[in-house]
């Protein structure tokens, strides 16, 4: 069965560490078996350093959607989306994409959205410098 999830959730929630701990739980993190997609692999330089700009990210979002349509296409058993997907038109053209190729879709909200005490844990631990008063707002207008 080819499975697409699509993980949503505050930065500095445990997204990509989800991300690879599901590839490793349902492919044996046989890299050839999964593909995780996320826009902010677009931000690091070839050294490896993380540069997030703003203006950037509609271009890196298409790029990503764009990676993920392939992924659909080489029949790649398990893809994940693992961006915050705060908005559900951020994750719709994925959702539409997966299941016009046969994918069975899920959908999975990683942490604790509304707690403003995980909303301080996130802030401090996230590795993209993402301010407290930024992800307190995204939870703010996270939809369900």
């Known amino acids: ?8 959730g505050l930065p500095g929630c445990g997204k990509t560490h989800y991300a690879q701990t599901l590839a490793d739980e349902l492919v044996a993190g046989d890299e050839s078996q999964y ?16 540069h997030f700009e703003k203006y950037k ?28 997907n705060i908005k559900k038109w951020e994750f719709i053209a994925y959702s539409a994409a997966a299941t016009a190729m046969g994918y069975q879709v899920k959908e999975v909200i990683v942490g604790e959205v509304k707690d403003k005490s995980m909303q301080h844990l996130y802030a401090k631990r996230n590795t ?10 995204m939870a703010y207008i996270f939809e369900w």
């Open 35 to 50: 593909l995780i997609c996320s826009t902010d692999d677009y931000f690091y330089n070839d050294a490896g350093e993380y």
């Open 57 to 84: 990210l509609p271009q890196y979002h298409n790029l990503n959607l764009a990676r993920f349509i392939n992924g659909l296409s080489e029949g790649i058993p398990l893809i994940i989306v693992d961006n915050t």
């Open 1 to 8: 069965m080819k499975q697409v999830f699509i993980l949503r």
């Open 128 to 137: 993209h410098g993402v301010a407290l008063k930024t992800i307190s707002k």
